[in-house]
């Protein structure tokens, strides 16, 4: 049975930092890129970043480049999302996924193309 856990979210001011973690068990980790998603009140579930299986490279979304760091340990099935210089609309649940393909070689945006999710951490950024 897979299972995704997040961890590390919380109530934080404007400027703050948090790291997300993602602790993955039952699929074989270092074969599938993962990402994170987030899903604010009354907004579908967005796109935020990706790490590619190998870690070797990977892709976040305009609104959060230059402050969001996405990676992965492969040792420990873990994948993290820094996130920096917070903002009030960052607030939301944040979820992490799996990518259906095994050794993806593209980058997917919809959540349609993630099999498997966790239970998502709340994020809360005040002004």
């Known amino acids: 049975q897979v299972q995704l856990v997040e961890s590390g979210g919380g109530l934080v001011q404007s400027g703050d930092s948090l790291r997300l973690s993602c602790a993955a068990s039952?699929?074989?980790?270092?074969?599938?890129?993962m990402a994170w998603f987030r899903q604010a009140p009354g907004k579908e579930r967005e796109f935020v970043a990706a790490v590619r299986w190998s870690g070797s490279s990977t892709y976040s979304e305009d609104s959060v480049k230059g402050r969001f760091t996405i990676s992965r340990d492969n040792a420990k099935n873990t994948v993290y999302l820094q996130m920096n210089s917070l903002k009030p609309e960052d607030t939301a649940v944040y979820y992490c996924?799996?990518?259906?393909?095994?050794?993806?070689?593209?980058?997917?945006?919809?959540?349609?193309?993630?099999?498997?999710w966790g239970q998502g951490t709340q994020v809360t950024v005040s002004s």
């Open positions: 039952g699929l074989t980790f270092s074969r599938y890129t």
């Open positions: 996924a799996a990518d259906r393909q095994r050794y993806s070689t593209n980058y997917h945006y919809s959540a349609a193309d993630y099999e498997y």
